[in-house]
């Protein structure tokens, strides 16, 4: 069983209304949300956010796909590569478009905390162990 990484294990420090912090434990969470080594996708998470500065949805969304899949393919995070590249992409798109880059948007258009995991569960590639992981360290901040 892969230890459980938690945000602050990546250095990143949730707080109300911090949206840099929630979207990078959303990256994070996506990633690991994968059947990959918690590991590698932790390492993923690093390149990407942290040595290439891919920390909002419209600085990742702004990669190509051949960038994404350069980052992923830096980590380790191969077996996934293209089709998580084609997702992260995805999901950025949507969120700036929907939500203006936001996750308290998406919390601000639900009704509550049910209505709120159904949106995460409407982004391509995030599914139920997605949702687990991010809300097992988000859901104290923003519920």
């Not at 796909?65 to 350069?70: A, D, F, G, T, Y």
């Not at 995805?90 to 159904?118: H, P, T, V």
Request: net charge positive; aromatic share 8%.
């Amino acid at each position: 069983m892969n230890k459980s990484i938690s945000a602050s294990d990546l250095g990143i420090h949730l707080q109300h209304a911090d949206e840099s912090a929630l979207f990078k434990w959303f990256i994070a969470s996506f990633l690991m949300g994968k059947r990959i080594q918690a590991e590698i996708a932790a390492q993923a998470y690093r390149v990407i956010v942290e040595k290439h500065g891919r920390d909002t949805a419209r600085k990742l969304g702004g990669c190509t796909h051949q960038q994404l899949v350069s980052m992923l393919g830096e980590a380790h995070y191969v077996r996934y590569d293209e089709t998580t590249a084609t997702r992260l992409l995805n999901l950025c798109k949507k969120l700036s478009e929907e939500y203006a880059g936001k996750i308290g948007q998406i919390q601000a258009a639900s009704a509550d905390r049910q209505a709120f995991e159904k949106r995460l569960l409407e982004f391509d590639g995030v599914g139920p162990k997605t949702l687990e992981i991010f809300m097992r360290d988000a859901a104290a901040v923003l519920y």
